[in-house]
């Protein structure tokens, strides 16, 4: 597949873009922030800068005290309210939408930041953790209440107290209470995933089953293959039958899926690549400027230009 390193943005990328302090952040490997009514004007200019498609070279976790927001999630959009935990792994393209309420002063969004090569450092096995049952990309947000919130605020709470602090090995410190913090987050959600799956029917989880598949292999496919005949010969079903599944599962059709990763990734390129558009023609594998921009526009109603300059 085609690099897409050049549009990933990790922590000195933010860091370099948004106003926050060092004293909340530990080098390029570990931030915690928060946006909140109690520094509006920060909060605000962050938000303008997550109301664009990113992909992060990291994790991500979202923890909402108050308020309400919305998160894409490549393109699922998740609805945070009070008490919720969003995890986003490396690899996927992240856009915070507006608040419902336009003001900020009853919100308060807690969100941490983990590169990629910190946490490969820490004792925590994913690939164990993610083959016993946890989906993120399927659930990586719940609702927490009772001892579990609290538990979690605590964490929270003393992680940025470590980060503020003038101790010693505060990387050292951060990443034992980062492993610590994610073995807890795995139990939240194993418990939670557990009720949901009883619950669940045998048909619809066949086709959440296919869908799941489905998704993944857009996500990996869609610069360079768009037509159904090449994921349904993947499934190993006839493309009119995956369309069916993807329909009933989902409510939208498969090539609508399709198309709306592509312009996701090329809302991606315009805004965080330097690349120009028609390196982004290439890149998608449209066969000229003229398709793409045709393409754009009807998705979008904006030329590809119109989006970079916006």
């Not at 570990?30 to 070279?57: A, C, H, N, T, W």
């Not at 940025?160 to 034992?176: F, Q």
């Not at 066969?287 to 793409?292: A, D, H, K, L, R």
Request: contains cysteine.
């Amino acid at each position: 597949m085609e690099d897409l390193s050049l549009q990933t943005i990790n922590i000195g990328r933010i860091k370099s873009l948004t106003p926050i302090v060092d004293e909340y952040a530990l080098g390029n490997d570990f931030i915690i922030g928060e946006v909140s009514g109690r520094r509006v004007e920060k909060s605000e200019i962050l938000l303008s800068m997550l109301r664009y498609p990113f992909r992060f070279d990291g994790f991500i976790i979202f923890f909402l005290r108050r308020g309400h927001f919305r998160v894409d999630l490549n393109l699922n959009t998740f609805e945070l309210k009070e008490h919720s935990v969003l995890m986003v792994v490396p690899g996927n393209i992240v856009k915070l939408s507006s608040p419902v309420d336009s003001h900020l002063v009853d919100t308060e969004l807690i969100f941490v930041l983990v590169s990629r090569e910190f946490m490969s450092g820490i004792r925590f096995d994913f690939n164990k953790v993610f083959q016993e049952g946890l989906r993120m990309w399927d659930n990586p947000c719940i609702s927490l209440d009772g001892d579990d919130l609290k538990l979690a605020e605590d964490y929270f709470n003393l992680a940025r107290t470590i980060v503020v602090s003038h101790r010693n090995n505060k990387l050292e410190v951060m990443g034992s209470l980062l492993t610590s913090f994610l073995y807890v987050l795995v139990d939240f959600w194993m418990a939670r995933l557990s009720v949901a799956q009883k619950q669940e029917s045998r048909s619809s989880a066949r086709m959440n089953q296919v869908f799941e598949r489905f998704i993944a292999l857009v996500t990996e496919y869609h610069t360079t293959e768009r037509g159904m005949a090449f994921y349904a010969d993947k499934l190993c079903l006839t493309p009119k039958y995956l369309s069916k599944l993807v329909k009933q599962a989902t409510g939208r059709s498969a090539p609508d899926w399709i198309d709306s990763f592509v312009i996701l990734e090329a809302k991606n390129l315009l805004k965080y690549s330097d690349k120009t558009i028609k390196e982004i023609v290439f890149a998608l594998h449209f066969p000229n400027q003229s398709v793409f921009y045709k393409f754009f526009k009807a998705h979008t109603d904006m030329t590809p230009s119109e989006y970079r300059k916006g």
